[in-house]
């Protein structure tokens, strides 16, 4: 049974590009999970995806968007980069559906720096 | 919204030592799960916990959800205790996941 995958591991950006990071879900999960931590910070939830659609979203504007994809990997696309979107960004997969998050496995992350 | 707030915000323990870290919630709540974070930024799910006691060796968690907070005992501790702990919520009639304020726990030799 593998786990959850992200990619890349690291890159750096500058302001106002776009940025796709990928998400591969642990098996048999069928909903993914996006969150963004600061450094020193906790998690804070982007947003979530069942089924190929958005289930969820936290407090972030719209250039923020997703994808999730039949086999249930997933995309974070962030537009229009700013210097604060410097973060460690983690995909979470669950066996859960419509009734909320389940118990969440978490990729390793994605670290994101923008210059 | 809902507030998350962990104590103590650090604690610095010796190998061996027991500990309680809590968490308190401000409304009610769908779930609440804890969470290991490592040196290395992995996150290692520990509890999925909306009500009741659970174990799994040298840790166990309690949530009262009725008096909103959970509490995560780690008994003789171990270096690879050391990270940061975080508790999480669903709150009630949301789609949202809000993290606490997190514990920083480090165990020396």
């Known amino acids: 049974e593998t786990g959850v995958t992200q990619s890349p591991t690291h890159l750096i950006k500058t302001r106002g590009q776009q940025v796709t990071l990928r998400c591969s879900s642990q098996?048999?999960?069928?909903?993914v999970s996006w969150y963004q931590q600061a450094l020193g910070q906790g998690p804070q939830f982007i947003f979530q995806y069942y089924r190929e659609e958005e289930n969820g979203r936290g407090n972030f504007p719209p250039r923020f968007s997703g994808l999730q994809f039949p086999n249930y990997s997933s995309e974070l696309n962030v537009n229009a980069l700013e210097l604060d979107d410097s973060a460690l960004y983690l995909c979470?997969?669950?066996?859960?559906?419509?009734?909320?998050?389940?118990?969440?496995?978490f990729g390793e992350g994605s670290r994101l720096t923008v210059l | 919204g809902i507030q998350v707030e962990q104590s103590p915000p650090d604690l610095i323990l010796q190998e061996g030592a027991n500990s309680t870290l809590r968490c308190n919630f401000s409304?009610?709540?769908?779930?609440l799960q804890w969470f290991h974070q490592n040196p290395w930024g992995q996150l290692i799910n520990l509890f999925y916990i909306p009500s009741g006691t659970k174990q799994n060796g040298r840790l166990s968690a309690t949530t009262v959800a009725t008096e909103r907070y959970s509490l995560l005992y780690i008994s003789s501790s171990q270096t690879t205790d050391s990270g940061v702990y975080f508790c999480?919520?669903?709150?009630?009639?949301?789609?949202?996941?809000?993290f606490g304020t997190g514990t920083r726990l480090q165990v020396f030799p």
């Open positions: 979470a997969s669950s066996p859960s559906g419509l009734q909320g998050f389940g118990e969440l496995f």
């Open positions: 409304d009610s709540v769908n779930n």
């Open positions: 999480a919520v669903e709150p009630y009639n949301t789609d949202k996941l809000i």
């Open positions: 098996s048999g999960h069928n909903t």
